[in-house]
Structures are given as C-alpha cells and as structure tokens.
C-alpha cells in the first residue's frame, strides 16, 4: 500500500504564493508519476501537473506560467509552487501517485484546502 500525506495549504491573498508538499510512503516503485489535482465547490476534480520520476512535467493551461511542479525521488515527495494566485484557484488540492506494477495503481492524499481570497 501506498500513503500519501500533503500539507501547505492555507488562506492566501490575490497575487500571492503557497507551496504545497505531497510525501509518499509505503510500496513505492522508483519509476512512477506523482500530481496534483485540485477540486472546486460544485466541480469535478481537474488535474493541475504531474512530474514523473525522471523529472518530465506537464501542466494544465490554466496554471502554466504561474506553477511550478518539482519533486525529489529520495524523499518521495512532490512539491507544487504556487504563485500569482487567482481566486479562482480556490480548491481543495489533491496528492496522486501512480505506478504500475504489473497493473496500474492511483493512490490518493486526503487534500489541503487552498482558499485565494482578500
């Protein structure tokens, strides 16, 4: 089993930054993608970047320029920069990891709400 604990998130104003971490635990295979994904009131969960275990990342058009996704494989955990932040980026975040061992797994964190707002 795979656990997934993220913390940073928090109330921040307009054109402010957070930093968000993801640490994983457990059965971890070393080639794996780990992302975030973000989930509004009345909304469907959307995907926000991913970075896979050799350090290629992908973004969402609504967040590039403005987010960064990092991560170091020694310590299993995922980072996402967040800066010039929107009110429309209030959402609770979501930690995924996904590997494949023989069949693909996602493993999910528990969220941290991020609320942009003056």
């Known amino acids: 089993q795979v656990q997934l604990v993220e913390s940073g998130g928090g109330l921040v104003q307009p054109g402010g930054s957070l930093r968000l971490s993801c640490a994983a635990s457990?059965?971890?295979?070393?080639?794996?993608?780990m992302g975030w994904y973000r989930e509004a009131p009345g909304k469907q969960r959307e995907f926000v970047a991913t970075?896979?275990?050799?350090?290629?990342?992908n973004y969402a058009d609504s967040v590039k320029g403005r987010f960064t996704i990092s991560r170091d494989n020694s310590k299993n955990t995922v980072y996402l920069q967040m800066n010039s932040l929107k009110p429309e980026d209030t959402a609770v975040y979501y930690c995924?990891?996904?590997?494949?061992?023989?069949?693909?797994?996602?493993?999910w964190g528990q969220g941290t709400q991020v609320t942009v707002s003056s």
């Open positions: 970075i896979t275990s050799g350090g290629s990342a």
């Open positions: 995924k990891l996904q590997q494949t061992i023989i069949r693909t797994s996602d493993y």
């Open positions: 457990g059965s971890i295979f070393s080639r794996n993608v």
